[in-house]
């Protein structure tokens, strides 16, 4: 189970690619919907990790993302399926 400092990495670093002027706007949009997944106060830490990694997950196949946002988001994934 991922305990809150590993949390607090991963929200961090969708913040980092957020706020990333290089990745298109849809990518950013969604690491902020990924991150709006994970601060939800009213679900299973399990469950919110299933739902970011579903929407960051799609965003890995976007053919316009970036290599450098694209490794960024596999390796959150990596980090959220550990918390299942």
Not at 35 to 60: G, M, P
């Amino acid at each position: 189970m991922a305990d809150n400092s590993n949390l607090k990495q991963i929200i961090d670093v969708l913040d980092q690619l957020a706020d990333d002027t290089s990745v298109p706007r849809n990518i950013r949009r969604g690491a902020n919907d990924a991150k709006d997944k994970l601060l939800k106060q009213d679900e299973a830490l399990d469950v919110k990790a299933a739902s970011a990694i579903f929407i960051l997950d799609e965003l890995a196949n976007d053919p316009n993302i970036p290599l450098h946002g694209r490794t960024l988001i596999w390796n959150i994934i990596s980090q959220l399926e550990m918390v299942k």
